[in-house]
């Protein structure tokens, strides 16, 4: 066996008992508005914390969970979490949505939209301000389309992640539930070095705005991209370029040193 399977072995072994060792925690990167230059809310993003191996990205142990079925139980834990950071947040009297990725096994469960209800309520997060973001396959899916409208009627935002031109169209979007495109961050990238890429941003907004769409650009990394992201009218912008993910007593400093900075409230 290689060292690279002995290693993603040992994973699988030891992914199922991070949940009950509190391993796992959670990091949100800010979302900025770019026309206002405003702190328009966070991503909550999950964070491995090994016992042994210290902190392991995402992309090393979601497939794993994903297999195992217990992305299902870490994903009801981050979106509990997150939905009780983000009111203690609205308590300090920030007001600022909060996202969670939710994949497609959750987002299939029998009990899924009872749990966000729950969660909602006993949090006291006003549900305008949680956004779920699950990938277009999820619209694809009979078991999660049943659900979309549930959520949606609850006040749920509804996000479709790491978006591109054409998949899903727009056609198949006006007859979902869906709030938000979040445009995936290969695609923003090339915003910066292609006048074609940057048309189809243009006409992508466009089509958006019929719609009733907010557009949000992942991955935006530097000030051409920012800059040209603004022209072409897109609503947010999330990426290095504005913050790295931080611990919540990170965002807390950032919170304060954004609104002093900036001269603006939050």
Known sequence: MTNDSSRDSDLVHDVGAALSGDEFYLVYQPEIDLHTNGFAGVEALIRWRHATRGVINPPDFIPLLEASGDIVAVGRWALETACYQGAEWHAKGY??????????????????????????????????????????????????????????????????????????????????????????????????????????????????????????????????????????????????????PYEVEEIDRFLQDFALFSGRPL
């Open 95 to 244: 007001r600022f949505s909060v996202a969670v990725n939710t994949s497609i096994q959750q987002l299939r469960q029998e009990g899924f939209v009872k749990d966000v209800k729950r969660f909602v309520r006993a949090s006291r997060l006003d549900p305008a301000h949680l956004t779920l973001e699950f990938s277009y396959a999820a619209l694809e899916d009979p078991g999660v389309l049943s659900h979309l409208g549930s959520l949606h009627d609850l006040g749920v935002r509804l996000a479709i992640d790491d978006f591109s031109p054409g998949r899903p169209s727009f056609e198949e979007l006006a007859a979902r539930p869906i709030d938000i495109v979040k445009l995936e961050r290969h695609f923003v990238a090339t915003t910066s070095r292609s006048p074609d890429a940057a048309q189809v941003i243009h006409q992508l907004v466009l089509e958006a705005r019929t719609l009733n769409l907010r557009v949000i650009a992942s991955g935006v990394e530097d000030a051409s991209q920012s800059d040209q992201l603004r022209d072409e009218k897109v609503d947010v912008g999330q990426g290095f370029h504005f913050a790295r």
